[in-house]
């Protein structure tokens, strides 16, 4: 049987974008379930910081993420500023129905085409491409969604995103895309001797 799958990701992740262009051909031949999230959240319930957020983290991060672009012949143009608000390009992802169409739209207004993402009046033209009233970017149901699917990716214990989660198994990253579809094709590949080892390693020195 197989085993349920979610892909928890925010608009606002360039390297989510560039596992999506890896991940849409996937979804024909598995069921995988898209779900945005508002990473600020995830990171305030866990006391941490974004890469973006730290100078020297946020200069590498942003060369490695042009550099896998330029390796995978993926198109990528930053938006104006970054980090940025993604809330109503999130809210949009859901009013749209959360559908592959919708979310490739968002993707490629904000990290193919380089247009900012981080205001209902500079999201309007795509909001009236994919034919969604702009109340319903503040609608009660789709503000409650997102929490929902926030809710659920802190229950789940996502640290990061873009994250696919197999099982109870959490793949963290673009770079972790081929490991998880390895998995996702023979789940067994966790149960081997060394991979249930290392899931209880014990931790040798702890910081206060």
Known sequence: MAQAARWYFDVVSPFAYLQWRK???VLAAHAIEPVPI???AVLDALGQRGPAEIPRKRE???RHVLW???RDGVTLRF???HPFNPLHA???CIAAGNTRQAINAVFNWIWAEGHAGDSVEVLAPL???LGIDEAALSSDAVKATLRANTQRALDARVFGVPTLEIGNALFWGNDAHDFALAVL?????LDAPEMQRLASLPVGIARR
């Open 68 to 70: 896998q672009a330029q």
């Open 38 to 40: 508002l990473f600020g």
């Open 90 to 92: 999130l809210r949009l």
């Open 23 to 25: 991940l849409e051909p």
């Open 79 to 81: 938006p104006p500023a």
């Open 60 to 62: 590498f991060t942003y």
């Open 127 to 129: 909001r009236e491409r």
């Open 185 to 189: 094709r023979d789940p067994s590949l």
